[in-house]
């Protein structure tokens, strides 16, 4: 039997001087970065909340507390290498994602096809299972006024178990 489990995960972080702008592991040539207590990438932030409340285990601030030293600048590849540890734990595996970026500046799309590589690398599922799409909010809100990067994913895990209930 197959047992289908859905989450969704939303993140924004604002857009400062002095820092690398980092979105799904690549970083991307812009003058501002997003502030934050990691690496501050949006977009796998994102995707952690989303596998996180998929199996209600919370979120990323509760695993990773932005008051803990250990956690300065770390790469949110590396958080999400966690996260997926704790859903194997659980027995599941993920059958998908999809995300999207809003972001009003730079243009992210020559950068998509390195993000959906590495975050198929890192959440162990083949590239066609991992989609990243960006869009802007056509200069509306703080996305529109360049105050800000926010993004949203979805996925889907899966957990396979025989007849007798162990799973595969």
Do not use: W
């Not at 030293?69 to 993920?94: C, D, F, N, W």
């Not at 809100?141 to 889907?156: C, D, P, T």
Request: charged letters at 25%.
């Amino acid at each position: 039997m197959l047992y289908i489990k859905v989450g969704i995960g939303y993140d924004v972080h604002a857009l400062v001087e002095g820092r690398p702008l980092i979105l799904g592991g690549v970083e991307i040539p812009y003058d501002r970065g997003l502030l934050g207590h990691s690496d501050a990438d949006v977009l796998i932030h994102a995707i952690m909340d989303s596998l996180l409340g998929a199996l209600a285990l919370g979120d990323i601030g509760a695993h990773f507390p932005d008051d803990d030293p250990r956690y300065r600048g770390i790469s949110s590849l590396t958080l999400l290498e966690h996260v997926m540890e704790l859903i194997k734990a659980q027995g599941y595996r993920l059958g998908n994602m999809d995300s999207i970026i809003m972001a009003e500046r730079p243009k992210l799309a020559s950068f998509i096809a390195q993000m959906r590589v590495n975050l198929a690398r890192v959440m162990n599922i083949d590239e066609s299972c991992v989609s990243v799409k960006a869009t802007t909010t056509e200069r509306l809100g703080f996305v529109g006024r360049e105050e800000g990067i926010a993004a949203q994913a979805i996925v889907s895990l899966e957990k396979l178990e025989d007849d007798y209930g162990n799973s595969r």
